[in-house]
């Protein structure tokens, strides 16, 4: 094992990130979900009904990337997709009740990841979410601010 208490706190945290990731996406795959399906779904809860386009511009990916994601959530039976009665060349997309349940289970499988570290978690989130809101603060950069607005949105 690498001597981890000379590493950066930056590599702690992309490491803890991708370690965290890789165990959720572990869980959700039995589910047929993916992490960026669950944003989706996410997104999908608190907005309803809207089209793939814009799903792909409130998660900030390209079009086609949300395409690849929402299949897999269609083939799962987690969402609907129907031409917008506005527009015939956009899909609407739409939550099931199928997608909903998967949802509060995925949230659950996130914190059974997290319940198997010996830290408290509610503390690390607090510190968390102080951390990104501090340094997107004091950073104008304009990817600071959108990571930011991004995790503000729930995203």
Known sequence: MPDMERWPTGRLLS?????VEHAWNEK????????????ALDVLSATGPVTQATLAQIVRVQAQTMGKTL???ESNGHISRARSGSDRRSQVVSITEAGSAALVKAHELERLVLSTADVD???????LLALVRDLGARDNASMANTIVAAADEGL
């Open 71 to 73: 299949i897999r959530l």
């Open 28 to 39: 959700l795959m039995g589910m047929g979900l993916s992490h960026a399906g669950v944003i």
């Open 121 to 127: 978690t509610d503390a690390l989130r607090r510190e």
């Open 15 to 19: 490491t803890a990130a991708r370690l």
